[in-house]
């Protein structure tokens, strides 16, 4: 049984971090310099699952909840820390890339749980705690 590789261009900025899924092993997360995030899965690598829109600026980091699936937290030169849901279910009449005003954030995607801002700089990283 010989390794079967994925190659695929997923963004036309430079994609500053990606990270594997805790919980679906074929799911990843990328971010970067374009300022949103992808959701991706390797089976279908065509199009993003999810596209998230919240930051203002480069995102420089991604990380998966290691304690619950679905939660996603990011980092960005835009002095915020940003954590998304991606278990949100949509209405009807709603898609995950529409306009909306979450957490105080103009147009930021749906799936938006929590932002926690208040920095004076940028925020370059991050990490969950297991206490």
Not at 23 to 52: C, F, N, Y
Not at 112 to 130: M, N, Q, Y
Request: hydrophobic residues 40%.
């Amino acid at each position: 049984a010989g390794v079967r590789f994925v190659s695929a261009s997923i963004s036309k900025n430079e994609v500053l971090a990606v990270d594997w899924s805790y919980h679906q092993d074929k799911v990843l997360a990328t971010s970067g310099k374009g300022g949103t995030v992808h959701i991706w899965d390797l089976r279908s690598m065509r199009e993003p699952q999810h596209t998230l829109v919240g930051h203002d600026g480069e995102v420089v980091a991604v990380k998966w909840a290691p304690f619950q699936e679905g939660l996603l937290a990011t980092c960005s030169s835009d002095t915020r820390l940003l954590l998304w849901d991606l278990s949100a279910v949509r209405t009807d009449n709603q898609t995950f890339e529409e306009e909306s005003d979450v957490g105080g954030i103009p147009n930021a995607s749906p799936q938006l749980l929590f932002t926690h801002s208040g920095h004076a700089a940028s925020v370059s990283d991050f990490a969950w705690s297991d206490i």
